[in-house]
């Protein structure tokens, strides 16, 4: 069965620093992988997406995450984080064969310091 | 484009009454879902529904939980009677079914039983 492992439920990080949200996954096959993020009392949003390609995967609000097969990561990372980026992140993780159905992480809650 | 919608935001209630959620997805989505989003965690998939059709609800708790998707397009979310674990945010989302895809998210249900 798939999983998803966020090893940090809270990352404090100063304005204009850059950051990097760890992401695991577990699964015997081949996966789909997400970020989303979640600004307070709001819904999730799509950060960025890996389906196949490259493994390195832009998104918006200039983050972007490198899928890594041989460590079974999708870390996400942005150079330069902004007050606007604080919310909390999700990863996710799905199968081809039951591509609809997701499985999230606990969350990372990113707070940004000016 | 409209997003998802949900109603109502919030509902406080006292433990053992009634409570339901309605969501409208996003015209043309024919996968639908319900999740649980506990607080400090990621949600939890409750029922997907592909057109009026159930296809996982594996996770809902049918002694208390009841949902329906009446003409494949709007849905409720119905606990009859609610515990005070039911506290919890309950997000809607609906995507295409197409395999990979995006999940667009309601702003959610903050249920509050007292």
């Known amino acids: 069965a798939q999983s998803v492992t966020q090893l940090d439920s809270q990352v404090p990080v100063f304005e204009e620093a850059p950051v990097e949200l760890r992401c695991n996954y577990s699964s015997s096959v081949s996966v789909y992988l997400f970020w989303y993020v979640q600004y307070p009392n709001q819904g999730l949003q799509l950060l960025l997406k890996?389906?196949?390609?490259?493994?390195l995967v832009k998104g918006i609000n200039g983050f972007e995450a490198e899928f890594n097969k041989s460590q079974t990561s999708f870390h996400l990372r942005k150079p330069s984080v902004h007050i606007s980026d604080t919310a909390e992140y999700f990863c996710?993780?799905?199968?081809?064969?039951?591509?609809?159905?997701?499985?999230f992480g606990s969350g990372t809650r990113l707070s940004i310091r000016p | 484009e409209a997003g998802v919608v949900q109603s109502p935001r919030y509902k406080i209630i006292e433990k053992k009454q009634p409570v339901a959620f309605w969501c409208n997805p996003i015209s043309g989505h024919n996968t639908l879902y319900w999740y649980l989003q506990n607080l400090g965690q990621g949600p939890e998939l409750l029922i997907r529904?592909?057109?009026?059709?159930?296809?996982?609800d594996s996770q809902l708790p049918k002694d208390r939980f009841s949902a329906e998707r009446l003409k494949g397009v709007d849905s409720t979310l119905k606990i009859q009677p609610a515990e005070l674990g039911d506290s919890a945010v309950y997000l809607c989302?609906?995507?295409?079914?197409?395999?990979?895809?995006?999940?667009?998210f309601g702003p959610g249900t903050r249920l509050l039983v007292l």
């Open positions: 996710a993780v799905s199968e081809p064969s039951s591509a609809s159905k997701i499985i």
């Open positions: 890996y389906l196949s390609g490259s493994t």
């Open positions: 989302a609906s995507s295409t079914g197409t395999g990979g895809e995006t999940q667009y």
């Open positions: 529904y592909e057109n009026e059709e159930a296809v996982d």
